[in-house]
């Protein structure tokens, strides 16, 4: 029995899924791959994230490790074909697990994953999201893998003489266990989710209050390179569309509230026609409107 799951592993490898993965030049040593904005499907299998690489000297540091282990193993592969350097650290920006599943891998090559210890809720004998909704071929060999060193508050580490700082955001914003990098040296954030370009971001795990004030701190930070879960945008002004989208949104509730409507009220006249266009509108705008409405209520 064992032999067969093994020959079964072995053909589907052969089978492997291929993401056509390129990595982009962002400028001070930091390379992504830039997921498509999209929901995980079958047809991109989870390429719907982002995950960088930055060139520490001898080695590479990876943030957010992909959506499996099939895609952390091709951007390792192709990020070689720059500079070949092994990888010993990995950081999870937050547990949404489109950002983590490709630890595994990266477990295999020896690297620490540092993370929040939101990470400890986690269930390793539960189905995931991506599991569920991507094809079985593009998922072989994930494992759901989570950090093996917990960040709380703010961290100073250092990697290769370069001081790296390490947030984990008090109470919640995007989720419950946002986590960024800033590399003061290079001016360069890594945001995970409190950034989000190219499409609507998604508040149903977070709270809009929380996500705007550190969006306003990131803001006031000496930064030119800005990076985001999701989306292409990387310049200093990366941060920009999800703070106004946020802002918009808490203003319009709160006005909704000054003059005693309800929920039903501010999904009529929150429809902000600047990002009807704007991808997930459909899917998400309803929503957050919901969730913000339901924590801005309390305040
Ligand atoms: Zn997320």
Redesign the pocket.
Known sequence: MKLLGVWLALASLLLAFDYQLKPQDVGEGIYCYFGKPEVMDTNNNGNMVNSCFVDMGKEWLVIDSGPTYLYAKEAYAQICRIKELPVKHVINT?V?DD?WLGNGYYKELGATILGSSAFEEISPDEATRMQNRISAQAYVLTSPKIPDRYIQGEKKISIANETLILKHVEGSA??HSDLYLYLPSRKALFAG?LVFNDRIP?LRDGDISGWISVLEGIKNMDLNIIVG?HGVRTDKQAADFTLAYLKEMKQGIKEVLARGGDLSDAVKSLRMGTYENSKFYEEAHRANINAAFQMLEWE
Do not use: C, E, W
């Open positions: 937050h949404h950002h995007h989720s989710d998604s879960g």
